[in-house]
């Protein structure tokens, strides 16, 4: 029977990891665990610390408790069927990693959306990003103290779950997405409530302001903690905001434009502190600038349909799969046998809220894909954690993983 | 918990006394979130001032189970979790509730992969299954009210002594 | 730029390329493996390429006697944004050089492929699995590991009513 807590060579590591000192050590070591089920590790995230008295020497973090086995049933169901797991990798910005999906799946086969599709995609991205840093920030200011800013952001992630629900019919896991547009018009209700919600956000942001950007508890808790080089965080793999926040100024959307972001005016918030400080003023600023693209994506938006056509990998409209049999045909084969795009290997990336999320996928030209990697960002900024912690005291371990900003769902896969 | 446990019998005195206890419990029922995945953030939101759950008395989200009566196990299991999770149920004082929450809990969900425990049932008596991928606010607070009928409905007998005196102890730590 | 690169790779060494390949706008270079770890430090610290960012690295089972499986390394260079994909070979005994003396940030990735598909990873300074625990005695995304998992691999709690 093997033992599930078998904790040996997490802790010959731990013990080997020994590169700081620290004055006037208590000469008192304890070997301590954050564990699994814990308050403020933003999931099942668990972390082992080696402690002198409440200083850390070293901090092991360890993943796995989350794992579903993503990538091997990706292996066993056609690229349609893989909509909703997209759905469930960063759980708190849902509608961007089904964007990006859509997005890797269409360059592999080799189509591309409508204009109005790819538009409506553009505003349920930003609005997803927004409702990610609202959850960022709230329980973030939570593990720091401010109780009532969890209370707040919630309360307006609400009124946006309210138009996922308009546009998708689900609040919250939604598979909008589809490959080659979107499952759903975008009607004027929806419009009027995006519309809506954006003039009175922007009142809720200078109160969300006015708490925290000069409260001194937080700011004296933040300021110089959690400090990471440029060089180190490009080395060790961090992306999004936990990079803007060290100075490099990489977005995907600047960079690499995908969807329409070439023709939107924004701003990218960078800062070169590298504490996490930073990090938490980067996100709040990010959530202005969202609001700026929606509004001007919903001024642009042109009319059109939302499905492209491309017969052998976009599914038909269910009201033409009744009535033609063209369509019935390419539906029963597109169901049940997949789309076959060419042999060949892709990698596709969006900027989610917490990162780059990338999918790698390889394709044989068979309906199932042959090997699905998604390259997920929390995974990847999880890895700083090690370094992050060192010679910093317990409270502030918490403040520090609020401030990456990890979803187990993605690290864990 | 053990005196009027003792008085077995279907009294006017016991009744009374077992029907103000049960009506004690019920209203003031404190959750212990065991929030994985998910459903996670529903749970959250089911505190928030839109779906408000205090007003139904648990809004006493303690994360130590030494303070609980009801465990809300909202995402998925995996084999590796499953300890953890088992662990913490054993570690609650009774009497103790448990609620699936959402289809992760109750079957495997759309989870049908080798790290994923087919439902929690193969380790943990449950007492209410909630369905959805991820149940609505006003599921798990219809979940909560079936909970609370439950409890309304038990007497002090059911928590007699000689039931759990072979039961295994809680582990320490 | 893809002549610089190939420039650059051919002076370490005139073999050490097998295959070039171009789809979808991605470029993907297939490298000997003996060549790896040599590669990747003058791609590194070339001042015009920089290839500073390691963003990911995984393993394609090609499920066939030889050349059972190649390691994908995903790199990236800020200065050109400009993104490259290595691939190499690992050899019959499933083992293949680590790159964790290059970039920081190959430690977890090369865990996470050695707890998937038991690559060894040579010199790599921890190599323990990732998501499965230690003892777990198959290595999930290979291809004959079926998809339920094997019964009784991973042991539950007793149910004690």
Redesign the interface.
Same mark, same amino acid.
């Given at each position: 029977m093997i033992d599930v807590h078998n904790d040996q060579k997490l802790l010959k590591t731990l013990m080997a990891d020994a590169d700081i000192t620290i004055e006037d050590a208590l000469e008192n070591e304890m070997i301590i665990n954050m564990g699994p089920q814990h308050p403020a590790t933003h999931g099942v995230l668990r972390v082992v610390l080696r402690l002198d008295g409440e200083t850390v020497i070293a901090a092991e973090p360890e993943l796995g408790y989350l794992h579903r086995g993503y990538e091997k049933m990706a292996e066993n169901m056609t690229y349609y069927e893989y909509i909703p797991h997209t759905d469930r990798l960063d759980y708190t910005a849902t509608m961007c990693n089904n964007v990006g999906y859509a997005l890797a799946v269409e360059k592999l086969a080799g189509i591309e959306a409508p204009k109005r599709a790819q538009y409506i995609r553009m505003i349920v991205s930003e609005l997803s990003r927004i409702m990610g840093h609202l959850v960022a920030i709230g329980t973030f200011a939570m593990d720091v103290g401010a109780v009532t800013m969890m209370l707040w952001t919630f309360r307006e992630r609400e009124y946006i779950q309210n138009v996922y629900d308009r546009l998708a019919g689900a609040r919250f896991t939604t598979s909008y997405t589809r490959i080659g547009g979107v499952a759903s018009d975008m009607d004027d209700v929806a419009v009027a409530m995006i519309r809506e919600f954006l003039d009175n956000f922007e009142y809720a942001l200078d109160d969300f302001e006015n708490l925290l950007n000069r409260n001194r508890i937080f700011i004296e808790r933040l300021e110089g903690i959690g400090v990471i080089s440029q060089e180190d965080a490009i080395d060790l793999g961090l992306t999004g905001p936990n990079l803007r926040a060290c100075g490099v100024d990489y977005d995907i959307r600047r960079a690499n434009p995908y969807l329409f972001y070439n023709e939107i005016d924004f701003k990218v918030p960078v800062y070169s502190e590298g504490d996490s400080l930073a990090r938490y003023f980067v996100r709040a600023d990010e959530l202005r600038e969202s609001v700026k693209i929606v509004r001007q994506c919903l001024d642009k938006i042109p009319s059109g349909p939302v499905l492209a056509n491309a017969p052998k990998t976009v599914l038909p409209h269910k009201d033409e799969v009744y009535t033609k049999m063209e369509e019935l045909i390419h539906d029963f084969m597109l169901v049940n046998f997949g789309i076959n795009p060419p042999v060949g290997d892709i990698y596709s990336a969006v900027e989610n809220p917490k990162g780059e999320l990338g999918f790698y996928m390889v394709s044989n030209g068979k309906g199932y894909p042959w090997k699905m990697k998604i390259r997920s960002p929390s995974f990847c900024n999880l890895q700083a954690l090690k370094k992050l912690c060192k010679g910093t005291m317990i409270s502030d371990v918490v403040a520090i993983i609020g401030s990456l900003d990890p979803v187990m769902g993605e690290a864990d896969k | 918990m053990g005196l009027e446990a003792k008085l077995a019998g279907d009294g006017f005195i016991t009744t009374t006394l077992d029907a103000v206890i049960a009506w004690a419990r019920k209203s003031s029922v404190w959750p212990m979130p $065991?929030?994985?995945?998910?459903c996670?953030?529903?749970m $959250?939101?089911a505190v928030?001032?839109?779906y408000d759950m205090s007003r139904f008395g648990s809004e006493v989200m303690r994360?130590t189970p030494r303070q609980c009566d009801l465990m809300i196990v909202a995402?998925?299991v995996?084999?590796? $979790?499953?300890?953890?999770v088992?662990?913490?149920y054993d570690q609650m004082p009774d009497p103790k509730w448990v609620i699936a929450m959402g289809a992760c809990t109750s079957s495997g969900g $759309?989870?049908?992969?080798?790290?994923?425990?087919q439902g929690i049932?193969?380790?943990?008596?449950v007492d209410v299954y909630t369905a959805g991928?991820?149940p609505?606010p006003e599921n798990l607070l219809n979940a909560l009210i079936e909970i609370q009928k439950k409890i309304g409905n038990s007497k002090g007998r059911d928590f007699q002594d000689e039931k759990y005196s072979n039961?295994?102890k809680a582990p320490i730590g | 730029m893809k002549d610089k690169i190939l420039e650059i790779i051919n002076n370490v060494s005139p073999d050490a390329v097998l295959e070039i390949e171009e789809f979808r706008g991605d470029l993907s270079i297939k490298l000997n493996p003996t060549f790896l770890v040599e590669v990747a430090t003058a791609l590194k610290s070339n001042a015009e390429l920089a290839f500073i960012s390691i963003r990911d690295i995984t393993a394609i089972d090609w499920a066939k006697r030889k050349n059972r499986f190649t390691v994908v390394y995903n790199v990236f260079s800020f200065k050109l944004n400009f993104r490259l994909r290595l691939k190499a070979d690992a050899d019959d005994n499933f083992e293949i050089d680590s790159v964790t003396s290059v970039w920081q940030g190959a430690n977890w990735y090369e865990r996470e492929t050695y707890d998937m598909y038991g690559i060894k990873f040579r010199n790599h300074p921890d190599l323990r699995r990732m998501y499965m625990p230690e003892e777990f005695e198959y290595y999930p995304l290979r291809k004959e590991f079926p998809v339920m998992g094997i019964p009784g691999s991973i042991p539950l709690p007793n149910k004690e009513d």
């Open positions: - | $065991m929030g994985i995945s998910c996670a953030i529903e $959250m939101s928030d001032p839109k994360f995402g998925t995996t084999y590796k $979790m499953s300890h953890v088992r662990q913490i $759309m989870y049908r992969s080798y790290p994923v425990v049932d193969q380790f943990l008596p991928c991820p609505r039961a295994p | -």
